[in-house]
């Protein structure tokens, strides 16, 4: 079936850095979101990408849709500890705009 | 403000005994919502479409026995889950669109 990959698992980085997370699947898809889920919460949408090679921003995120629509990837600049959380992609699941499968996710801790 | 919002945050027990999450559309009608269940320290998973005013469509391996789901109104999805057992216990969140796909604040439940 479907399934995103993400990677790295985790990560602990220090206040400031830059982190880059990617996302990948053997599926192409034409939709590819990038959600952040705090504690005990439900994920929210940071980006969306609709388009092969997009590269959109939103603020100090950037992410980009992968040339061959089988990847993704995130980059967060100069992080702060509110970044803190975890990072999910998501893509339609069989083509249904609403309906999502989830990447495994990618632990993002910062250190002030 | 919240978009889709769910009830309870949280909920404890027994074994045995059935549960009911709501999941509410504030100000914005919708025919459809999705259920996803989180269990811990990974990522989520669809569960079924919940379609007002018939029957939802439920992933597969998702026992529609188990999991109820009534989508009576077009602001208000429920999820019973009957006969609870630990292995229920989870993280249940749901989501709706208006134009953006937005989810609830997630429904913890543990199951003794």
């Known amino acids: 079936g479907q399934q995103l990959n993400q990677s790295p698992q985790s990560m602990f980085i220090q206040e400031g850095e830059d982190v880059s997370m990617n996302c990948t699947s053997s599926s192409i898809f034409n939709t590819w979101l990038w959600y952040k889920q705090d504690p005990g919460e439900g994920p929210v949408l940071l980006i969306a990408l609709y388009k092969a090679g997009e590269l959109t921003s939103n603020g100090r995120l950037t992410a980009q849709f992968g040339i061959t629509r089988k990847d993704s990837f995130l980059n967060i600049s100069a992080s702060i500890p509110s970044d803190v959380g975890i990072y999910f992609c998501a893509a339609p699941k069989g083509g249904a705009t609403n309906k999502l499968i989830f990447g495994t996710g990618t632990l993002l801790a910062v250190q002030p | 403000g919240a978009v889709v919002s769910q009830h309870p945050s949280w909920v404890i027990c027994k074994s045995g005994t059935s549960v009911k999450i709501e999941c509410r559309s504030l100000d914005f009608q919708a025919t459809t919502m999705f259920w996803y269940r989180q269990f811990p320290k990974q990522s989520l998973m669809l569960m079924a479409t919940s379609n007002e005013g018939s029957k939802a469509t439920y992933e597969q391996g998702v026992e529609k026995d188990k999991f109820l789901i009534n989508h009576a109104s077009l602001t208000l999805s429920t999820l019973t889950v009957t006969s609870a057992h630990p292995e229920d216990s989870s993280f249940y969140i749901c989501?709706?669109?208006?134009?953006?796909?937005?989810f609830g604040e997630g429904s913890r439940l543990t199951v003794l």
């Open positions: 989501s709706a669109s208006r134009g953006e796909l937005f």
